[in-house]
């Protein structure tokens, strides 16, 4: 079987994305949940619900679901399939890792763009503990030291 994947990549692409969409004894992928410890940034990232709807990715590995998902995706061009897969790539890289960051740096992600201020943040920005982290983060220690606030 692996000497004739060789010769149909195409084949062994469809197969490859079937398995984190459902889970195998072998492949066992998980959705990154967007974790945070404040429930006000967790609200906002997942618009209230407990889980975002219509995931892709991490499935229980179900026997009989990674062959009819293969099956699916053998009916489907290269083109679909890439599209598919990003998906389920995107929704199991994790965050806050730096393979984020270089992928950010590589596609030139303009957060900017997709992404906007909302009160989860402002709630944070008034805690002084976490200002003061920003603050030394951006302009070192000296700089946080001389502004910590002292009453």
Do not use: Y
């Not at 990549?9 to 994305?17: K, Q």
């Amino acid at each position: 079987m692996r000497a004739a994947m060789l010769d149909r990549p195409g084949v062994a692409l469809r197969l490859m994305v079937a398995h984190p969409i459902t889970g195998s004894g072998l492949w066992q992928v998980r959705r990154e949940p967007q974790r945070t410890g404040n429930e006000a940034v967790a609200a906002s990232l997942l618009l209230g619900q407990p889980e975002e709807d219509g995931a892709v990715a991490g499935g229980n590995g179900d026997a009989f679901a990674t062959p009819r998902v293969f099956a699916r995706l053998l009916t489907l061009s290269d083109d679909d399939v890439l599209r598919v897969l990003a998906i389920v790539m995107a929704e199991t890289v994790e965050a806050g890792s730096a393979v984020i960051e270089a992928l950010g740096n590589h596609l030139n992600v303009d957060m900017a763009a997709c992404w906007q201020a909302d009160n989860a943040l402002f709630d944070l920005l008034r805690d002084k503990e976490i200002a003061n982290l920003i603050l030394a983060d951006i302009g070192g220690k000296r700089v946080a030291h001389g502004n910590v606030s002292r009453r």
